[in-house]
């Protein structure tokens, strides 16, 4: 199985800050077949971005992700008060399709 | 709008099974595969299995494997996924999500199903 594992577990950060969330995976992702999601608690996971670098529908453009070979980046521009949230990478390149153990954006 | 619907929280005893429904609208039900991912308290999501909701075909996790049986039924759109055997650390939120099969994400997501197992 593919391991996805993120860093840091926890970003304290303020609103209006930029916040950048890694992912690594155990291997070679064929293609960019890596995903971000949002979860506020109580809540299903919302996808933010798709194919490592694209934006799902509705995400805002303060939101980007990037790739390279094994490490996975999502950032956060500025963060808003609604940015304040779980934050899970997932590998659809082969099953079973893999989360990491998520990191958790909070108000500093 | 296009939206995953599940049943209701549940409660088992140890032993028992359950049976989670997912019901697909606002789009062609044929044309996307459905997952199950399931996320225990304060844990990250585990993905459980999925089908093919056009030709019923499914995939799942080796975990799962001889517990879990998804199952669909065309006619009403919706997605079952039922898991035997329960045991307390199947405490867990149970989650649907579609996706278009073949490397994509997970872009609709049901609003979770609580099963308790207790």
């Known amino acids: 199985d593919i391991v996805l594992t993120q860093s840091p577990g926890t970003l304290s950060l303020s609103p209006g800050e930029r916040a950048t969330l890694s992912c690594r995976a155990s291997?070679?992702?064929?293609?960019?077949?890596l995903a971000w999601y949002q979860q506020h608690p109580g809540q299903a996971p919302r996808l933010l971005i798709h194919?490592?670098?694209s934006r799902a529908t509705g995400i805002p453009d303060r939101f980007s992700g990037s790739a390279s070979g094994t490490d996975f980046t999502l950032t956060i521009s500025r963060l808003e008060p609604e940015d304040f949230a779980m934050y899970y990478c997932q590998q659809y390149d082969t099953s079973p399709r893999t989360f990491g153990q998520g990191t958790k954006v909070e108000i500093k | 709008q296009v939206q995953l619907v599940q049943s209701g929280a549940e409660v088992k005893k140890p032993g028992a099974s359950v049976k989670v429904s997912c019901k697909a609208s606002g789009y062609t039900f044929s044309n996307y595969y459905v997952h199950w991912v399931r996320q225990a308290p304060r844990q990250g999501p585990e993905w459980m299995g999925m089908i093919n909701s056009s030709g019923g075909n499914t995939i799942y996790a080796q975990k799962f494997q001889g517990r879990l049986t998804v199952t669909r039924d065309t006619s009403t759109s919706t997605v079952y996924m039922e898991l035997t055997s329960l045991r307390s650390d199947d405490t867990a939120v149970y989650y649907c999500a579609r996706d278009k099969g073949v490397k994509d994400a997970f872009d609709i997501w049901g609003q979770g199903t609580m099963v308790t197992v207790s």
């Open positions: 194919g490592a670098s």
């Open positions: 291997q070679t992702l064929s293609g960019t077949s």
